[in-house]
Each structure stands twice: as structure tokens, then as C-alpha cells.
């Protein structure tokens, strides 16, 4: 079975260049629908999600080529308006081709996607949202129609600032006939990201970042070279990894606005923090410190991507700390791993009370999502002796080879894909 053999106690040195950020990647890439011609998308991170919405566009009948990085697609020739039911299941973002699919062909056909084990994430706001542009839904068996011979732009009010419904509304609406306002919107940069992509394609889409969107359809648009911006999850587990190992790490390659949640927590357990431009400086303590509160939100509050990950942090401090996590109802699968390794944690229904204990020790352990993935192979640089982490599919969906990032900075990680190896 595939896992990570991490021989942990091993401060974490050195600088490395944060990957691009796949949830502004994921969203851009189905964008790219919106507009026949040639797209070159910059700084895509090698993730298996990445793969999974090049295997759905090819399918739909687009053509690319990887380059390094970059990725270059030809969205002349769509075949197809419906989506294979086997890659819709492999992750959530397979949502985002619903919007712009129903503005390029009038039409989509797809089944409920899949994604990490996190809690129930329903799909209600998408469908509401594209319906009030004017597109008829039909669920059936399996699956979800979704038509409209024109879209019309409309007043939408999200019940929650849903980050994958404001994006799809925002794809659907760029060509609809007049101006839409979403409401409630999710704040997050990827999507103001996806709204500086939009725009450079000729649309005409303001206010990403703030509660209010307004779109203005166009008639046209044309195909653009864009970068995404730098993963700011990625970014604060690197960060998270280098504090708890007692660390001193350079990221470059960040937005330091977009990580402030995350770098006022690190800076609230004793973590020195520098920055300069868009470099990152992160020197760990001896002994971290507790930090009482943290309550993950919608940005710019806490983000829940990087609750796992300070969990693990936080489980070796001195003193104590509360998480809630008001996002995901089922995003505590990891407090069980880390209770293997040692942590002192108390799970409630929606929080969890963390005692600091002075170390963790390895184990062999599961992880069951992505971040929870992530928190385990961090948590397992900073143990004594040496933790298994099984379960690399979840982190393989956003990290690019994260073994060798962390070998890079004197991580002592490895990647086994032979049979099991015996503790
Ligand atoms: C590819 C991508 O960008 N993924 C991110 C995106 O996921 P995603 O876009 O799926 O997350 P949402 O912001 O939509 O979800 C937030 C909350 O709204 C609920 N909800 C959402 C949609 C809906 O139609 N109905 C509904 O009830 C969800 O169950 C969840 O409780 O934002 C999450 C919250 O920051 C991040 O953890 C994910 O990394
Ligand atoms: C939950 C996440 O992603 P997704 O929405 O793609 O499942 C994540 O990135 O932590």
C-alpha cells in the first residue's frame, strides 16, 4: 500500500516556491469552456484533481498539452454536453463545468459530484443560482439536466457565501443577457482570481472579493495566457511544518494578504514571521504556545483548509486551544490519527479541546481527506521516530509531490509504493 515513511524531529530548512493554487486553477480551467479557441493556463500545479478535470474536458472534447507548468488547451470542439458519471465522482470541482457548459451549449447533463469525506456538501445553491438565470433543472434518476436557451441575468441571493456557487454563477452569468448581482457572495482571493481571468477573456465581472458581484453580460469573449496566483493553503501548511519542527523556512511566491488568518494564528503560538514582497520568513520556537480560540469561517476568516494542519500545531504546544469548525460538518476525521500519535484531544460535536503535550510519537496512520492528510505527514515531521502515512491519493489532490518539497527543506519523508513495511 502507497504511503509516506516520515522519520520526524528534524527541523524543516530552507526556501522553496509555493505551487499555484488549485482551487483558483480547478474553477479557471472549466472557465476556459466559456470561449472556443487557445488558452494557455500558467502555474498549474501536478495534482491528481488537475487530472481529473483535464480527463472530463478531453472527454467534452478539448485538447491539451502540459508544459512544464503551464497548460495549453484548445476549446474549439466540444462533442458532448454530457459529463462521464466515473471522473463527475472523483472529486467535487467536476460542479464548476455546470456554468459554463449551460452559457457555451445550452445545455449539461451531469451526476452528483464526488470530493473528500468532509460532511454532507449539497449542491442546492448551485442549482438555485443557474435556475435564476433562467435554466430549467430536471434531476432524475442519477443525474441533474440543466437547460436554458438563453441565460438572463437576475438578483441572486446566496443563503450561504458558498465559494463553488458564487464561481459557477459567475461562469453562467458572463454571457447571460443583462446584469446579475450575487449576493451574500464568498470573499475568497481564487475568487477574485476567477474574476481577473473572466475579465481578461473581455467579460465584464467587479466586486470578487466584497459581498456584492455584479456581472454584466457581453456578447463576446476571446481566449487569453493567464497564472493563477500561489496556493495559500499550501503556503500556511508549509508554514504550519516549519513552526512545529522548530524550523527556519523562506517561502517565496506568496500573497501575504491572502494568508492573514493563518499567519496572525502562527504569530499568536510564539512563531516569528517576516516578510518582505512576497517572500515569507518562518522561524519556529523550542515550545509553541496555545492560542485558546480558533474558529474556522469564510474568508477572511480561519480557513477550514488549514484547521487539520494547526490541530496537529497545536497538539504539541504548551497550553491549551479550542477549534470549531463552522464549515464542514465531518471535517474531524484526523483528530482520531493524531490521538495515535500521541495528542491530547477531546472531540465534541462541532470543536475539539487540544492540551498540548510536549511530543507526538509515529505511527502508522490514515489519512481520510486531503487536509487531513496533510495535518498527519506534518504532524509526523515533528513526532519522534518514524509515522506511516497511508491514504496519499487524498494529498496527492493538492500538493504537488510533497515529499519533495519537504525533502527539500531536510524533511526526512519518502514515498513507498511497494508492499507494506512492517513497523
Ligand atoms: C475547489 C474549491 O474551491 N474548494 C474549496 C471550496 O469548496 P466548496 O465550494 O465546495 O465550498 P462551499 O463554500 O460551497 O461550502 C461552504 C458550505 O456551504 C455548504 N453548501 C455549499 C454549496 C451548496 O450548494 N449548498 C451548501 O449548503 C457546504 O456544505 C459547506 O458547509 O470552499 C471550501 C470552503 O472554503 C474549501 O474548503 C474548499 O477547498
Ligand atoms: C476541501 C478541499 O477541496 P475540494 O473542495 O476540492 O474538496 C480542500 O482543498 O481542502
Known amino acids: 500500500m502507497e504511503q509516506y515513511v516520515i522519520k520526524g524531529g528534524k527541523p524543516l530548512y530552507g526556501t522553496i516556491r509555493v505551487q499555484g493554487a488549485k482551487n483558483?486553477?480547478?474553477?479557471i480551467l472549466a472557465a476556459t469552456l466559456l470561449v472556443e479557441g487557445i488558452h494557455e493556463i500558467r502555474d498549474v500545479p501536478h495534482l491528481s484533481d488537475i487530472d481529473v478535470m483535464g480527463k472530463i474536458l478531453k472527454a467534452l472534447g478539448v485538447k491539451m498539452r502540459w508544459d512544464g507548468?503551464?497548460?495549453?488547451m484548445e476549446t474549439s470542439t466540444i462533442k458532448t454536453?454530457?459529463?462521464p458519471e466515473s471522473l463527475m465522482r472523483q472529486?467535487?470541482?467536476?460542479?464548476f463545468l455546470m456554468g459554463p457548459m449551460l452559457s457555451r451549449l445550452h445545455e449539461v447533463i451531469i451526476t452528483p459530484p464526488g470530493g473528500c469525506a468532509i460532511g454532507a456538501r449539497p449542491i442546492d445553491l448551485h442549482l438555485k443560482g443557474l435556475s435564476l438565470l433562467g435554466a430549467k433543472i430536471e434531476e432524475g434518476d442519477g443525474f441533474i439536466r440543466c437547460t436554458a436557451t438563453k441565460l438572463k441575468g437576475a438578483n441572486i441571493h446566496l443563503d450561504l457565501p458558498s465559494v463553488g456557487a458564487t464561481e459557477n454563477i459567475m461562469m453562467a452569468a458572463v454571457r447571460a443577457e443583462g446584469r446579475t448581482v450575487i449576493r451574500n457572495a464568498a470573499r475568497e482571493p481564487e475568487i477574485a482570481d476567477l474574476e481577473r481571468f473572466l475579465n481578461r477573456m473581455g467579460a465584464d465581472v467587479s466586486g470578487a472579493g466584497t459581498n456584492t458581484i455584479v456581472i454584466r453580460g457581453v456578447r463576446r469573449l476571446h481566449p487569453v495566457s493567464y497564472e493563477v496566483i500561489p496556493d495559500r493553503i499550501v503556503a500556511g501548511t508549509l508554514a504550519a511544518a516549519a513552526a512545529m519542527t522548530g524550523g527556519e523556512i523562506l517561502l517565496t511566491h506568496v500573497v501575504l494578504d491572502h494568508m492573514g488568518s493563518t499567519l496572525e494564528l502562527l504569530e499568536r503560538t510564539g512563531t516569528t514571521l517576516k516578510h518582505e514582497g512576497d517572500s515569507l520568513w518562518i522561524k519556529g520556537i523550542p515550545r509553541l504556545k496555545g492560542v485558546g480560540d480558533v474558529v474556522t469561517g469564510p474568508y477572511p476568516g480561519f480557513p477550514t483548509d488549514m484547521q487539520p494542519q494547526i490541530m496537529a500545531l497545536l497538539s504539541i504546544t504548551e497550553g491549551s486551544s479550542i477549534i470549531s469548525e463552522r464549515i464542514f460538518d465531518g471535517r474531524f476525521k484526523h483528530v482520531q490519527e493524531l490521538v495515535r500519535m500521541g495528542a491530547n484531544l477531546q472531540p465534541g460535536e462541532h470543536s475539539v479541546e487540544i492540551q498540548g503535550v510536549p511530543y507526538l510519537k509515529g505511527a502508522t496512520v490514515q489519512a481520510t481527506d486531503l487536509r487531513a492528510g496533510a495535518a498527519l505527514v506534518i504532524a509526523g515531521l515533528a513526532a519522534?521516530?518514524?509515522?506511516?502515512?497511508?491514504g496519499l491519493n487524498h494529498i496527492d489532490r493538492g500538493y504537488d509531490h510533497l515529499d519533495r518539497t519537504l525533502l527539500q527543506l531536510g524533511g526526512q519523508i519518502q514515498r513507498w509504493s511497494g508492499k507494506v513495511v512492517s513497523c
Request: net charge positive; hydrophobic share 40%.
Open 81 to 83: 454536453f454530457r459529463i
Open 69 to 72: 507548468n503551464n497548460i495549453k
Open 91 to 95: 472529486m467535487r470541482s467536476s460542479i
Open 24 to 27: 483558483s486553477a480547478l474553477p
Open 384 to 390: 519522534q521516530g518514524t509515522t506511516r502515512v497511508l
